[in-house]
C-alpha cells in the first residue's frame, strides 16, 4: 500500500543538518518538497474520507481498506507536517480546508462524487502507493 518513506526520514535529516548558504538553498527545496507532498496527503485523506462516506455502506468490507490508507496517510501527513515545521492547528486547518473545498464541489451531494473521482482519484491513488515517486516529482523542479 503506502511505500516505505525512507527518502522522507532522509530529507528531514539534511533539513537538519544543513548549515552552508548552498545547504539552506538546498535545504529550501527540500522543505518545500515536503510541504507540497504534506498537501497532498491532506488532499487525500479529505478524499478518501468524503468518498467513503459517498461510495460504502457502513458494513461494507471496502471500509476496512479505505480506514487503513486513510489512516496511514494522515500519520504520514502529521510526521510530515511537524518535521517542516507547521503547527498542529495549521496541520488541522489544511484537512479542514480541503474537506470544505470537496464538500463545495460535491454540492453537498453524493450523487456529485464523480466530481471527486475526477479530480482526485488518480493522484491519491499514487500517493497512497508510491508516496516516493511524488516526493521525488517535486525534488525535480
Known amino acids: 500500500m503506502i511505500s516505505n518513506v525512507r527518502i522522507l526520514i532522509t530529507l528531514m535529516f539534511i533539513i537538519a ?13 527540500n522543505i518545500k518538497a515536503l510541504n507540497n507532498l504534506q ?10 474520507a468524503i468518498s ?4 460504502f455502506k457502513k458494513d461494507d468490507p471496502d471500509t476496512d481498506k479505505i480506514d487503513k490508507i ?7 501527513f502529521v510526521e510530515i507536517g511537524v518535521g517542516i515545521g507547521l503547527s498542529q492547528d495549521a496541520i488541522t ?3 479542514h480546508m480541503e474537506m470544505d473545498k ?11 462524487i ?10 491519491c491513488k499514487k500517493i497512497t502507493e508510491n508516496p516516493d515517486s511524488i516526493l521525488h516529482e517535486y525534488l525535480q523542479k
Do not use: G, P, W
Request: glycine share 0%; proline share 0%.
Open 70 to 76: 486513510t489512516k496511514t496517510l494522515s500519520s504520514h
Open 93 to 95: 486547518s489544511r484537512l
Open 39 to 48: 498537501h497532498e496527503m491532506t488532499t487525500c485523506v479529505a478524499f478518501y
Open 52 to 55: 467513503r462516506e459517498c461510495m
Open 114 to 123: 464523480s466530481s471527486l473521482l475526477d479530480r482526485y482519484a488518480l493522484r
Open 17 to 29: 543538518v544543513s548549515t552552508t548558504a548552498q545547504a539552506d538553498s538546498e535545504r529550501d527545496k
Open 102 to 112: 470537496m464538500t463545495e464541489l460535491l454540492n453537498k451531494n453524493c450523487m456529485n
